[in-house]
């Protein structure tokens, strides 16, 4: 039991190895964009993005970042892809759907995570048959090509879920905005009755 938990670790190494080196690279990125505030300064939406973000939404963007990650892992190691890749993709799409919601979305999520898991299932034989039969450049050129469309969907995947995040985020700006408008006319018709009486 322990030699296959360590044996399933061990085989999404590049993966842990990549996400350790993406997330330090965009905390160094945003500790630099963001260590001088100014009202006037372009950073300061990037700022409110983060700083408005619920416990939820980070959980989501986290999804779509590890699964970009998963998907350079898979790319840097040459295609060479495990069941391990395939139910960690699973998991994380499922996660990322959950996120999501009842979007309109839904049913695309649906079937493109079907699809990525098809395709991760054939670059796992591809490179099984790599090992076990032949070794031939081209196969090797067609499992990495594969993985990069999978990378770019998963992009896809994490640009979707900025945007449902800002939506929500615009939502309860306007929300509180109108409640704020509705306020101030209050105060403006109390204002009046006072003036008239």
Known sequence: ?????????????????????????????????????????????????FFQMGYWDCFGLACSILKCCLMLAVIFSRGAVTYVHILLYLFLHIMYMIHQGWRKGLAINVVMGIVSS?????????????????????????????GILLFVHTLTDFFHCCDAILSRQGSKVLGHERHEGRAKQKREEGKRAEQKS
């Open 1 to 49: 039991m322990l030699d296959s938990i360590i044996s399933a670790i061990s085989s999404v190494r590049a993966f842990i190895i990549v996400a350790a080196i993406v997330t330090l690279g965009l905390g160094a990125v945003l500790v630099a964009l963001c260590s001088k505030f100014s009202w006037e300064g372009k950073n300061r939406k990037l700022m409110a993005f």
């Open 118 to 146: 098809g395709v991760l299932f054939v670059m796992q034989m591809l490179d099984q048959y790599l090992d076990e039969v032949v070794y031939d450049r081209r196969i090797v050129v067609v499992i990495v090509l594969m």
